[in-house]
């Protein structure tokens, strides 16, 4: 949804990854960003777990300057970030890991939300995986370091990447995808989108409904002068709770009481 905003103000796009990397080189300390190693943004930005292979290698010629580079055009949207190729084997290891630690936790959470039920989890998978997040991360870990000892990529077994790939699709169809889930979606990008323009109004007027002039006048001067209004916008949303978010919204469509009360 921010993607889709930043694309109609003509602004780039987000990717949460690259907004990872963006706010601990260029948000934090006030704009001014940590000094943290190349190596270690480049971990952030590459950790993209949506992007499952068989194979995970590194790019031991990346310099610091092509790291910048890819950040930047990742941001406009000439450069998807699911193309980067992490500069470590420890980038390499964020990577995987984004996908050890959600895979399984989702199950988790979809079957107290009543998505899914634990029995429905297709029992090929279940047989090499397990069938509950502790089983299936331990599985996953421990294949992965047997698999990877004295390489110099990082790998599964055939067998357990061809039921973790099996997995994440029965995830997307049964979990993200679900109807009863997709019931709120619109709700939502409502909320999203009513936040989003109102940041957009209210930034730089003397109105103080989202807090967004408070938070940007924080920022140091470089900040304010490389940064266009909508990423500005972005960068402020990307940063809320949800709770932070929907106080937000409230705010901004909900009529104050005043003290009234009829009775």
Not at 228 to 233: A, E, I
Request: charged share 25%; proline share 3%.
């Amino acid at each position: 949804i921010i993607s889709a905003f930043l694309q109609e103000q003509g602004a780039g796009i987000f990717e949460h990854n690259v907004q990872s990397f963006r706010l601990f080189h260029d948000l934090e300390a006030y704009g001014k960003g940590l000094n943290l190693t190349a190596q270690v943004l480049d971990g952030i930005i590459c950790h993209n777990g949506e992007i499952l292979q068989n194979s995970y290698g590194c790019d031991r010629n990346k310099t610091p300057e092509k790291l910048l580079t890819e950040y930047r055009e990742s941001l406009n949207g000439n450069f998807k970030s699911k193309d980067m190729v992490p500069m470590t084997l420890e980038g390499c290891v964020m990577r995987i890991s984004d996908v050890i630690a959600y895979i399984g936790r989702d199950i988790e959470d979809a079957i107290v939300l009543k998505l899914v039920e634990r029995e429905s989890l297709p029992r090929e998978i279940t047989e090499v995986l397990g069938n509950k997040n502790g089983k299936i991360v331990d599985t996953l870990i421990k294949d992965l370091v047997n698999n990877s000892i004295d390489k110099e990529t990082l790998r599964f077994s055939p067998e357990v990447f061809g039921a973790l790939n099996r997995l994440k699709d029965w995830n997307y169809k049964n979990i993200y995808l679900n109807p009863k889930k997709s019931t709120q979606d619109e709700k939502i990008r409502t909320v999203f989108r009513t936040v989003l323009v109102e940041c957009l109004d209210e930034l730089g007027s003397d109105k103080k409904v989202t807090g967004i002039n408070h938070w940007f006048n924080s920022m140091s001067a470089e900040y304010k002068e490389a940064t266009p209004k909508p990423r500005v916008v972005a960068d402020y949303v990307a940063g809320m709770t949800d709770d932070y978010l929907m106080n937000a919204y409230k705010e901004i469509v909900v009529p104050k009481l005043f003290g009234v009360n009829f009775k």
